[in-house]
């Protein structure tokens, strides 16, 4: 990477940084476009380089820390040694939820598009993070001693009822704590991924 590319990225993630810590502090209505770029040391301008307006770069926050979390939890899940995709899966899923329940700022921000649930919007809208997750995600597939049926909806399946329902048990404690929901939660992933696997036709 040339030293503009970096400069650009530099730029971008101060932007990103700074965005992220208003939100969280004052709130995105009492947010101003000249209180970020002011804050974070660019132009005006280059703020609109990159972003349409201040829900656009909370938009894209969103993805953007959906890919951090999803980042680290991989990091983990590498580390761990864990195989198959079931227990891969619920790794990466059990990984970001403690580290959200440790971040409370963060759950609040991503709110109802909690990671897991923004995370199917590769299905629908085609962001670039969401992408790249959605190919490791493929990948851990791929890697399986099995071979699945309707992966897209799966996948789908698993990240929203992981996103609806887990974001529920982690703010309302609906309709259990997050802790004693999780078995339920799991329970269920691995009946979906156990439904989508082919059957072995024997003679």
Request: hydrophobic share 40%; charged share 25%; net charge neutral.
């Amino acid at each position: 990477m040339g030293k503009i590319d970096e400069n650009k990225k530099r730029k971008k993630e101060a932007l990103y940084n700074t965005a992220y810590e208003l939100f969280i502090t004052k709130g995105i209505n009492s947010t101003a476009i000249s209180d970020i770029v002011e804050k974070a040391g660019v132009a005006k301008g280059t703020f609109y380089l990159y972003f349409k307006d201040k829900y656009d770069i909370k938009n894209k926050l969103v993805s953007h820390k959906t890919q951090e979390l999803f980042n680290a939890a991989d990091d983990a899940l590498a580390i761990s040694g864990t195989k198959g995709l079931e227990e891969q899966l619920i790794f990466i899923i059990d990984h970001i939820v403690n580290t959200l329940m440790n971040n409370k700022p963060l759950l609040n921000f991503i709110s109802k598009n909690l990671v897991m649930g923004a995370l199917r919007s590769t299905l629908i809208t085609g962001e670039k993070n969401a992408n790249e997750i959605y190919e490791k995600f493929l990948k851990l597939v791929e890697q399986d001693e099995y071979s699945y049926t309707d992966v897209d909806v799966m996948l789908f399946t698993i990240v929203e009822l992981a996103g609806s329902a887990g974001y529920n048990s982690m703010m309302y404690e609906e309709p259990l704590p997050i802790e004693e929901y999780k078995p339920f939660l799991y329970r269920t992933i691995r009946l979906i991924i156990e439904s989508h696997r082919k059957r072995t036709q024997t003679s």
